[in-house]
């Protein structure tokens, strides 16, 4: 079993950066975040294997923000720059088993609890 924490969320000003990051216990290799906006479903974010050299980035995202690894610390993180406010939306973690990168949310078994992000104009 893989239990996911967030953490990281907050308050901050379009064009502004924050980082989150997913703590997992349990072996893991793809790592993906999500985000679900207010009246929105669920959209993939960006997803990396586990050796960090193959990233997958949502076309909304690419540029700004950028997914990574510390496997040593069982750590991954979404650095997220130039935030606009429809990047407002809580964001979830979440591992799979997968060797490789998968966008698709039913991939992924194991869910952290979200944490919410909110870009202010």
């Known amino acids: 079993q893989v239990q996911l924490v967030e953490s990281g969320g907050g308050l901050v000003q379009a064009g502004g950066s924050l980082r989150l990051t997913c703590a997992a216990s349990g072996r893991t290799f793809t790592m993906g975040w999500f985000r679900q906006a207010p009246g929105k479903e669920r959209e993939f974010v960006a997803a990396l294997n586990y050796g960090g050299g193959d990233t997958r980035y949502a076309d909304s995202v690419k540029g700004r923000f950028t997914i990574s690894r510390d496997n040593a610390k069982n750590t991954v993180y979404l650095q997220m720059n130039s935030l606009k406010p429809d990047d407002t939306a809580v964001y979830y973690c979440?591992?799979?088993?997968?060797?490789?990168?998968?966008?698709?949310?039913?991939?992924?078994?194991?869910w952290g609890q979200g944490t919410q992000v909110t870009v202010s104009s």
């Open positions: 979440a591992a799979s088993h997968s060797l490789t990168p998968l966008y698709g949310g039913l991939d992924y078994p194991y």
